[in-house]
């Protein structure tokens, strides 16, 4: 077997084998400390809003109840994984109130030892708490509190089966991929040094912490003039002493940490603090190679940066596919630790000296560029030379190398100098919370999806609520939590509605049909179905406000609105346009007053906006067009509902509709003119929403609840045109004039004047989440 794995590099000749190399499975756990405004560890519990840390797949706790650990599932992308890290901390920073999350692997201000709050897990989780008040005898409570990340990847199963066919002919597969990961971790425990060297992030701590000496007793802080990290050093997160186990086989690694244990010098196989962990499933067997020894970046809101998750895959595939020794014996283990352990304290020297694995001195810069020249080498063999991403870690890397790029510990320690540990660390976790406060709509690593599906995601992470994501394009996706199963598309077709009363929203036709004979006032028209007689038919609407508009569309698609209709070119247009959306058409009154946006879910009307159409303000001296531009710049506004508000489009309908209005984009409003751009006013064709949920009258939300009673169906938007809000309901002062039924949920959450009501969480809450 070790034979055919020191073959493994010649395996990069083969085209099937580089098609698949980057594939795998990458995971991220991350722990912050809460700390107060003054830069105090938080000693509150952990936030009940969070949901159940026991149960939680994503948020939990470390050794303290002050520590929050995130924790993302296994994606098949660096780029997902990130954003979904990035999303974690968004919502727990969120949720904690006006606590903060401290950005370094180093502790904030700690209180007394006995004062850390060793965290609770309830009766379920006594076994976890046991454990750590162990391990908080044994190394101090004050080193418990150091933090970190934890990178997880696995091979992705395409190429696992590759790999086999061709060198395990014999059927030993489970040996062979044991045999693997193994080879990964051994070369891995080899050049460890490299990543602490490249990305330390934790030079120095402020001044009271002082940590359990675990030989003498003695609590000191911890001290290295050039230290890249404190935290990965030998007065760092280590055990009692440096053990050393076997790696040459599953078994005989298995076996050296349980005589360990039997020994009494751990607790379990969990305490054994190696930079790098074999992790297992339920069957026992290897799912994933956990790496340990990353601080947090102080400099990233994520605590890490997606060149650093490239450059480590890199590194990960590297040392599989390097050839090496034919055993990894105690004497090259000796040699790897201490290498680890002079990066970590010394890593900022210019002179510092390494041994290599042959047992001669060489400067750490000299071995650090034959490591980075191989990594190089094997991107070109294995066809990763030409992807950028793996280009832009690699060009990252040569920068901390040669000094174009200041060392992160080096950065910290000037920065740090400036103002001191804590003051510096609290201004970073400040604007990371503005930054969390900024983006708090969005799913990092995930934007393709429409915002409302994005939201729906988060109110699920924060609650615990496992999900996966079926079809992207079409936003399907499946939610967990326990033995309950949902399917979702698009966040508001769900199983509460049943498919007839979606398709009676869908056929415009039909809902004015159903809600008429209830006794619900809708719009009066005609239906057609030849667009024929529709564009002969100009006559008899001649002269009056008509609505245009297909029987099945959805978001405004296709509706024209003509106030005036005395232009028969413009009205043939409008019905031409419909058609191109349906082939069959309403052509309706148009219903004076506002239109209200109505979200209905179950016998409650959740959330009501009125949307105001795509508009400019003049300042009497833009254009329009320029007025566009310039208000599409807001962030809050983008394309294809992934942000609150879309932009303002200047398409053939704008053009139609400031035609109407003897304008065009050339012309240039007075001083806080209003024009508009569209007579619809969905937010989906720019329009902007001001919420009215607590500002109409009690009316009309029973005449919206009993339009879904008609059409029964759970969850709906429903827009209704009124000429006061104020005043009670009659048949004379509204109308219905459409339900949807996969209505937004995100322009309920981000009004643009209002406050959220968080229809994401009603939503789960009406699916028994």
Known sequence: MKTIHNKLFELLENKSIRSSICDGLFGI?????????????????????????????YITTDFSESQVEMITPPLDSIDKVHGFLETLHDVVTQNIGDELLWPQSLPPLLPDEEDIPIAQFGGSGVSKEKYREILAKRYGRERQMLTGIHYNFS???????????????????????????????RNFMRYRWFLVWLFGSSPVSDPSFKMKNLKTGEKKQVICGNAVSIRTSSGGYRNEEEYYVDFNSLDAFNQSISNLVADGKLVGHEELYLPIRLKFDANERISHVEVRL???????????????????????????????P??????????????????????????????????????????????????????????????????????????????????????????????????????????????????SFRFHGFEKLELSTQLLLKAALRRGVEFDILDQNENFVRLKQGDKVEYVMQATRTSLDNYSSVLMMENKLVTKTVLDEFGICVPGGMNYVFKEKALSDFELFQGKAIVIKPKSTNFGLGISILKENNKEEVYQR????????????????????????????????????????????????????????????????????????????????????????????????????????????????????????????????????????????????????????????TDKNYSIIEMNFNPAIHIHCYPYIGKNRYLNEKVLDALGF
């Open 155 to 185: 091979l992705s199963d395409r190429l696992e089966r590759k790999l086999i066919k061709i060198c395990c002919p014999d059927g030993k597969t489970e040996q062979f991929r044991e045999a693997l990961y193994l080879k990964m971790i």
């Open 574 to 729: 409008a019905v031409e346009i419909a058609f191109e959306h349906d082939n069959s058409i309403l052509i309706e009154d148009f219903v004076s007053g506002r239109e209200f946006r109505f979200f209905v879910m179950g016998d409650k009307v959740v959330g009501i906006l009125h949307r105001v159409p795509a508009n400019v303000k003049g300042d009497g001296k833009l254009t329009i067009r320029e007025l566009v531009e310039k208000k599409n710049l807001d962030p809050l506004r983008g394309k294809g509902y992934v942000t609150p508000l879309e932009k303002i489009s200047m398409g053939e309908a704008e053009t139609m509709f400031l035609a109407d209005q003897n304008l065009t984009f050339e012309n240039i409003p007075e001083l806080d003119e209003i024009v508009y751009l569209r007579e619809n006013s969905n937010i989906s064709t720019g329009g902007d929403s001001i919420d009215f949920t607590d500002d109409i009258h009690q009316s009309y939300k029973d005449i919206a609840v009993k339009a879904t009673k008609a059409l029964d169906v759970k969850i709906t938007g429903l827009d209704m045109m009124i000429l006061d809000v104020k005043a009670p309901a």
């Open 29 to 57: 756990e991350k722990e912050n400390v809460r700390v107060d405004k003054s830069g105090h560890m938080a000693t509150t519990p952990h936030p009940g809003i969070l949901g159940d840390k026991f149960k939680h797949p």
């Open 326 to 439: 034919d055993v990894y014996d105690k004497k090259q283990q000796e040699i790897a630790a201490n290498n680890q352990d002079l990066v970590a304290c010394y890593g900022l020297k210019s002179d510092l000296k390494l041994s290599n694995f042959e047992g001669e001195d060489i400067l750490a810069q000299d071995f650090g560029q034959e490591i980075y020249v191989d990594i190089q080498n094997f991107m070109k063999l294995a066809d990763l030379a030409n992807k950028e991403e793996y280009i832009s870690a690699m060009k990252h890397c040569q920068s901390i190398m040669d000094g174009s790029v200041v060392h992160t510990s080096l950065k910290l320690r000037e920065d740090i100098m400036k103002t001191g540990f804590i003051t510096f660390h609290m201004k970073q976790a400040e604007k990371y919370q503005f930054e969390s406060k900024l983006s």
């Open 294 to 324: 990353l601080d947090l970046d102080p400099y990233e809101k994520a605590g890490i940066s997606k060149n650093r998750l490239h450059l480590v895959h890199l590194f990960l595939l590297h040392c599989l596919f390097k050839n090496e």
